[in-house]
């Protein structure tokens, strides 16, 4: 009796401590959505009855799965259940086709997907977690983690999921030196320096961060590419990385300099039609895989801001891409060819361009590229209309790019949740075979037939202590992974669940948080670039406002190229008076846009050039419409600040206070892109603010000045 | 009984837990000597009865004390003991002049000094913790805490310390961009970009490291400095930092850009004796005040390597200095005057270059200003010999400038445990006034009777989680502390005291670790510059050899300039044959050096330029005892790597993999420089190996080739 009573006394207080080893430290967003925080004690005991042991086979990737249950449990249950190979009641049993025992799993059940069961095995009751193969496993007992961090029951199941989309990407813009272009989160994950002998045990919790989301590749270098990733010295670093991603189910995958045969080979050109550039490029291949038998493949910036490509040559994307596809086939490998492309040559729309230099290579990609595209035609601002591109090619494997670092909308200090704008991405219907032909259908690859499939995302991570650099954006990195799993997922759910595990499971808490993220993204909008405006932000760092900035050498290197505004009205003409993008979408999916007055005010001002006395919806002028959207978005940022205070106590201090301080700082810089924009803004329209409105009574020329050499994330 | 048991159960339980919260994550270096641990069981219940309560009044930096106590105590017992204004039996009394409690403190104490005392008050036995002030309470607690640590008695105590210098101080190199120039540990900890909004609640654990071994300054930024930081928004981020670091007993500085009147005052000059210059920095001084009152004052590097200084108007250092001195000194602010100066203007030998410079102005220096001279003549070598201005210069008050980041030895990865070095440097005898006037005593003012003293060491802090790169680099954060707090200290026994908080207690452990410590950085003298040879690193980087390198633009960058070697023989003449840099030295410090067959052969080839076939005291010519001490640099290290992997399972499994991953670098490394080196002097020496030793072929040329873009810590 004592003994048990020292057990159980043993057990609480373990719970306990391990949610707060050491309470002067308080929490420091290291942990991410794994946090395994004890769970209520009511509901301890239900959860342990179907926890008692965890049946296994061994292999890398089960033993990360039993290890992960083991920790989750251990925390959140305060009982670490042991590892065994006899069935017992309440057992955890993982099951793989290799090792069924005895269980039947569902025959269409795809590699990666995975059924979680409570049944009876060997006459006990047990919980399966059976996966297509061990990584389908491991992506159950994340998933059958995640019901108990978000106080599910773990009675009576029966699910079955599988991703939606093969290649579900990480790409890092990470340079060899440790800066990450657009990072806001410190440097660089990867010591290349120290690397292959020094491997970071952080980099096993970022494969566990990005398997309990489903996320089965990464990119380590940067678009930007250096001929040096493809030495055989960092070959072998990055083997290190792929030996430790290799049991969560992750591959790595290489940015290839297109010139690097002349750079590596000696070569003197680069040609994809030279019979000994595509034969260096087969040697170099052949060496990869010999020094990382399962690597991914490569991701290619070409022809794109000063990166060398095909074009240099005269050659096509197609004939580029499918050089290095043909090296990379015999291993397995794939290309992921990026889409963004922009020349000087050509600025009468910069938003046309990536479909004029690849909608005419539709059907000539190999059956291993991809065509990666950004979510807009731009480039990743707070909101754009989907990509012409999309549902434009069908003979062609297109793969999404959304970018989860916040290069325009605030750095890592703004909160901004961006599952809202990738699922309107997501679901921009492109009408390509008539209505319902959503984006999702494109790139699941369900709308035109195709088999390989992908999502890429523009990580957010560096070696801050949060990855992220804000707590809040931990959500970013947490959402692009379940879009990529499903593109049909809605982001409420995925912002319900993250603040579940992330944050707390009090439904008040929950219930404040997540209408604030869902709103975050829009008030960015509506104090950067509201009514369809696009690409203020001030040069090099991509901050703070700069509309006035016209005197750049490219023309679309200005925001008053995006804006256009003049004494007359505002916008850019997309239209046929225009630059007559519009043409490049399907007819059924321009006709909304083609008229102002029908067009989405959300989109008014990318498609059109209208009068600063334009009458919208609510009944003002275009001029006072936009200075009440522009004060609109810094309310919601206040909105939104006074609505975390209203946590306080209710949040662990330390998380708490950094997400004030970075409130405090979003409001300060929503006044000042408000006050900045509309103030040059004015001095083009010369028209009144509308009634209790007003302006500080700084000039363009004091904000002008403004610099910030030291903005973070430059270059 | 049983209440009883479940108790004991728990604190038992407490303690395991504490130190493993999350066996999975393993240690990973943050805690540093602050690990706090529990001690042997055995040992407990005896400390318990010395710490049953803290007793104390209120303050910010005696809640500092009180909290550290409870989180040591806490951790390291099993028990945290509370807080109470009541003395009872086993208290730890905190005393200050204020708050005595019927202490005794002793009339002498310093302001920063402490007192521990077993003793009676109130008819209770107690420890009592006195201090001259609040912070020399903080400093003792972290002493008490310290005997526990390193398993020491706390019964019977009687210790009285003060520190022997006055400024103990960090310099951080770190950029406004977070760049931390001859930084190997991440980025900088200062995120400008978010302060003040945005205190990270890592620098209270910096102040906390600091406080523990004395360190009562920082200078925040770069000495290679940008106006910036003395402009108001930075000047109120710096306040926030300096408020987290207050409690502790620390105070910031900055380095201040001696142009700053002509960058941010739109003055036409900076020249020191211009009023209007003068009447700026005046200004400057009162603003900083008025937004951090105890602000500590200024470095600055004039006149060094492109920086600006009172040089340009044809001004003395001691000009600029002053001129500076009075405008901080109502304020009670000091000036840390860097004489750190070469020009290419007179590149006979560099090593002079300082001695004349600034050795004439002795006497003119203001009473508020330092003159921070490094250890050595030339910059920071793995060995140079004392600097000459040390004791050359009695009317000024000068400080050490130690270098803690290891820009020459190894960066982070390479294992060199400093103290000696220091030592070395401290203990030498500048003969200033008679025989025992060693570098110590010049610096602690006791030499020439000077009031304020200092130490500075260019910190190796920067963001990565374990602070330093490595762990075995807060070893010299900590013995940096260690010497500043007192000169005299042993390097031996500080590797001692930081072996058993940071690693283990187990003697034979400690018995493994000092001893590889204290012969490391010779290890690194060995492999890469040894007899006295100097700065054969390759160009930028700092990080391979470059021995070769003698075609940059000024003669003293270049590594051939340093060792002078050719056809018959190697190093620099400094004798009268040659600069005669000895001279700069007092008569009786310099005799031992004067004669190649008598100076101390660790300095052989800094002061001569001797014979190849110099008959060595081993009996050896000069060139076989070149390779053989090379060679025995690498041996070193391959002893420290087969040493350290002695110890796998009795060091916790995440730091013992990263330790032995650099050892298994610098083993690799240390070869690389072995080998280029030779191969490069065998080009000039024209003479065989001795037998039994080989060079693998490689060429000079091919070791020219190689490039080291991705070098950390460049620029």
Chains 1, 2 share one sequence.
Not at 267 to 275: F, G, I, M, S
Request: net charge negative; hydrophobic share 40%; charged share 20%.
């Amino acid at each position: 009796m004592l003994r048990r009573l020292l057990i159980a006394f043993c057990l609480l207080f373990c719970a306990t401590t391990a949610a707060h080893a050491d309470p002067l430290k308080g929490e420091d967003g290291y942990d991410l959505w794994l946090r395994y925080r004890p769970v209520e004690a009511a509901k301890i005991s239900d959860y342990k009855t179907r926890s008692s042991v965890i049946v296994t086979a061994k292999s890398p990737t089960l033993d990360a799965a039993a290890s992960e249950l083991q920790r989750g449990l251990g925390g959140m249950l305060g009982a670490t259940p042991p590892n065994s190979s006899t069935i017992a009641d309440g057992a955890i049993v993982l099951v793989t086709p290799a090792d069924n025992r005895g269980f039947a799993i569902p025959a269409d059940l795809d590699r990666e997907g995975f059924v979680i069961k409570s049944t009876t095995l060997d006459g006990h009751p047990v919980t399966v977690i059976a996966g297509g193969s061990d990584v389908g496993v491991l992506y159950g007992a994340f998933r059958y983690l995640k019901l108990i961090q978000t106080g599910q029951t773990t009675a009576g199941l029966d699910i079955q999921d599988a991703p939606k989309l093969d290649l579900r990407v990480l790409d890092h813009w990470d340079n060899l030196d440790g800066h990450v272009e657009r990072g806001y989160a410190g440097t660089s994950l990867w010591d290349w320096w120290r690397l292959p002998d020094l491997v970071d045990t952080r980099y096993t919790d970022y494969a566990r961060a990005n398997a309990s989301i489903g996320i089965n590749g990464a990119v380590l270098n940067n678009v930007n590419a250096k001929a040096d990733s493809l030495t055989e010295p960092y070959l072998k670093k990055a083997a290190a990385i792929a030996e430790t991603l290799r049991p969560y189910g992750m591959k790595i995958y290489l940015s290839a300099r297109f010139s690097a045969p002349m750079e590596l080979g000696g070569l003197k050109t680069a040609d994809p039609e030279d019979p000994a550039v595509a034969a260096w490029w087969q040697m170099k291949a052949n060496e990869i895989y010999s020094i990382i038998p399962d690597f991914g493949g490569f991701l290619v910036k070409a022809n794109s801001e000063g990166q060398p490509g095909p074009g240099d040559y005269k050659r096509t994307h197609a004939q580029g891409a499918n050089m290095l596809a043909k090296a990379l086939k015999p291993h397995g490998g794939i290309v992921m060819w990026r889409a963004f492309v922009y020349s000087e040559h050509d600025a009468t729309d910069r938003a046309k361009q990536a479909y004029l230099e690849f909608q005419p290579s539709d059907g000539q990609f190999a059956d291993n590229v991809l065509v990666q595209i950004k979510n807009g035609a731009i480039d990743f601002q707070p909101r754009e209309p989907f990509h012409p591109l999309f549902g434009a090619m069908p003979k062609t494997q297109q793969m999404m790019e959304f970018q989860i670092t916040k290069e325009y909308l605030g750095f890592a200090t703004h909160l901004a949740y961006l599952a809202p704008m990738w699922e309107e991405a997501l679901q921009a219907d492109t009408f390509a075979k008539g209505k319902g032909s959503t984006v999702a259908n494109v790139i699941d690859g369900t709308l035109d037939g195709h088999k390989l499939t992908g999502m890429a995302g523009v990580a957010n991570i560096g070696d801050d202590r949060n990855w992220t650099g804000s707590d809040f954006d931990q959500a970013n990195w947490y959402a692009f992974g379940r879009f990529a799993w499903n593109p049909e997922s809605k982001s409420a759910d995925i912002a319900t669940d993250w603040a579940r595990m992330t944050w707390s499971n009090d439904p008040k808490v929950v219930a404040t948080i997540v209408p604030m993220m869902m709103g975050s993204r829009e008030a960015v909008v509506h104090y950067m670039t509201p009514l369809g405006l696009a690409h203020l932000m001030d040069t090099g760092h991509h901050y703070g406002p700069g509309p006035w900035v016209s005197e750049l050498g490219r023309p679309e290197w200005n925001p008053a190229y995006y804006h256009k505004a003049d004494a007359n009205g505002i916008g850019f003409d997309r239209t046929k008076t225009g630059s007559n993008a519009l043409a490049q979408y399907h007819p059924a999916a321009a006709k909304p846009w083609l008229d102002p007055k029908k067009t989405d005010e959300r989109f008014l001002l990318w498609f059109h050039h209208v009068p600063w006395d334009f009458k919208m919806k609510s009944g003002r002028p275009l001029w006072d419409e936009l200075v009440v959207t522009y004060s609109q978005g810094v309310d919601e940022v206040s909105a939104m600040r006074k609505t975390w205070a209203g946590l306080e106590g209710q949040i662990d201090a330390a998380r708490f206070d950094a997400v004030t301080a970075n409130l405090t700082i979003q409001e300060r810089e929503a006044q000042w892109w408000r006050d900045a924009c509309l103030t040059y803004f004015q001095s083009i329209s010369k028209r009144p603010l509308p009634a209790g409105l007003t302006l500080p009574g700084t000039t363009v020329e004091d904000y002008r000045k403004r610099v910030f050499p030291y903005a973070p994330g430059r270059g």
